[in-house]
């Protein structure tokens, strides 16, 4: 499966983002879904993840709140809406896909695919 993130950009501190993450090649429907941000000299990091069937979510303790993720399988997408926006979340965001787990993946080792990445930055 093929995953093409979009959707980021220069945002203010307190802005707000919304990343798409769009599959080609498989329906995503058979897929654990997940996003995960690297920022410069820094290992990957886990975001926020969701179940084949929306219905479970996970987020990491980081994100207190201000992200929401959800797919839409009958468009083989996944989102992440990021609200109050801080110079911390300023990072590139990748999105995944993996099939050995079941429920969530919060473990970037758990995914098979992954998106090119969109950059987030944070900056007044």
């Known amino acids: 499966v093929q995953l093409q993130a979009s959707g980021g950009g220069l945002v203010q501190p307190g802005g707000s983002l919304r990343l798409t993450c769009a599959a080609s090649?498989?329906?995503?429907?058979?897929?654990?879904l997940g996003w995960f941000r690297q920022a410069p000299g820094k290992e990957r990091e886990f975001v926020a993840a969701?179940?084949?069937?929306?219905?479970?979510?996970s987020y990491a303790e980081f994100v207190k709140g201000r992200f929401t993720i959800s797919r839409d399988n009958t468009k083989h997408q996944v989102y992440l809406q990021l609200n109050r926006l801080g110079y911390g979340d300023t990072a590139e965001y990748f999105c995944g896909a993996g099939q050995r787990f079941q429920g969530v993946g919060i473990e970037a080792h758990e995914y098979d695919y992954w998106g090119q990445g969109t950059e987030v930055t944070v900056s007044s």
């Open positions: 969701v179940s084949r069937t929306g219905l479970t979510t």
């Open positions: 090649g498989r329906t995503l429907s058979t897929y654990g």
